[in-house]
Every structure is written in C-alpha cells, then in structure tokens.
C-alpha cells in the first residue's frame, strides 16, 4: 500500500564499496530527514562539504550513468540508489558521501536494498501530495520515445531493442511498481553492455572498476559472466530500474503509465523534465 504521508528512515544507514568509474573505494551514510526536505547529497570528503539536491535541474552530462552536479562538484551513478529509495517510498533523506561516485556493488539495486530492508521506516506528520496526469505527455527524440499516459497507478513498460544483437534483440517488460515486486524483480539485475560498446573506455581506463562481479558483459553474443543471467530478461529489467532512478529527480510522487521505448539516462531526465513542469503548472 502507498503510504499517505511523507516518510523518512527511522536510523543511519552505511554503505560501502568501489565505485565504477573511479575505481576508488566510497562509503555513503544515509541519514533521516524532516518533512519537505527531499532527498539530499553531501561530499563530506571535500573541505566546503557541498550539498547537492536530488534534482532533474542538478544533471550533468555524464557517459553511461547519472551524475549530479552542482559548481565544481559531481556525484556519478546515483541512479540505482535513487532507484531503491522510490520503491521503499523514502521522500526524504540526507545522503552523506565520502567520494565523487555511489559504490557500485554488483551492478544493480540489491547493495542499497539489503540495507534498507534492515532499515526502520517512519512516516512522518505531513500528507504527501500524489500527482497525475490531465492528458498524456510524450518524449521523442530520434528512435527513442517516452510517454506518460494518465493512470491511478504507478506502471512502467519498457521495450529493449538491439537488433544487431543476436542475444538481446528485444525485450519487453511491463511492471506496476511496487516495493515487493521491486525487490524480486527489479532490484537484482544488473547493468549490462555488449564488449564493443565499453571496449573503448576500459582501454582508456575510463572504467576503473568494471569487472564482471558488477555487470553483465555480452560478447560475440554470448553471456561473459560465469554465473549467466538472473532473468533471462534481466537486461529490460535494469533498464526498468534506471527508468525509476532518474524519473524520481523530479521530486514529487505521482502516478501514470509511463510507457518507454529504447531510452536511457539523457532522455529520462529529458522527460522528466517535461513531466515535472506539467506537474508544477497543475499545483
């Protein structure tokens, strides 16, 4: 059930690990916040300790992940956390990071999920306002289409496409969101990438931590990883739990259809963007 008030987390929360790109060990403590607050980051490792709002307005361009920035001062791959505190419905909470990056566990939501299961939630004295949609609201950009259809539920469907993949081809997956649901079938699955797609940045050791204990790497249309897929739609599923991530910058809870095809973390910020401003023009 969705909660009708605003909530927050009972006790801390610390996580550690290595994070993808920089290859540098992070440790990131979650921290309970009031009412209005909303989810925000703090580089407790930099002598300012700047902070940075979990916004759609605060992305930087970034290469395969989400970054936040503000000034001089970047966080990378917030994606996946943001992705787990939208399923628990944690409206807000202070995230304190020793690093520029989100530690990258294995490639999915489960490192942030296994520590918020363990955490207490409380609800906090403060209705929260659900938005929804008078008419639908649609981004295109190239082969790329996303769109918000009116609904009294929370619903994301998502088609793959990688025609010149023998192993993904297509995927589809449709999920109506919900903590339960999100910890079986979202949460465990990984990023991904064909070995021609990353070959480039890990000879340009732009991938520091990359490995196959936190991805899932295709060649020559073959699964790398010793273990296999958890899913054999895992990749659509990921997509699906990026989706999440990125379209919870626009900081408020709402409910709609939303529909996406071939898109990733630009466009989801691009129509978050545009859903954010249908939202506020409806206050």
Known sequence: MDSPYEQTLQNDISISGKGLFTGKETSIRLLPAEAGTGILFQRIDLPEKPVIEASVQNVAEAYRCTCLNQGETNILTVEHILSALSAFQIDNVFIEVAGSEMPVGDGSAKIFVEALDKAKIRKLNSEKKVYTLDYPVSLRQGSTVLVALPSDEYQISYTLHYPHSKFLRSQYYSFLVNKTKYVQEIAPCRTFSLYEDIAPMLEKGLLKEASLENGVVIKNNEV????????????????????????????????????????????????????????????
Do not use: C
């Open 224 to 283: 790398l990883n010793p273990e296999g897929i958890r899913f054999p739609d895992e990749m659509v599923r990921h997509k699906i739990l990026d989706l999440m991530g990125d379209i919870s910058l626009i900081g408020k809870s709402f409910r709609a259809h939303i529909i996406a095809i071939k898109s990733g973390h630009a466009t989801n910020v691009a129509f978050g963007k545009k859903l954010l401003q249908h939202f506020s023009r409806s206050q």
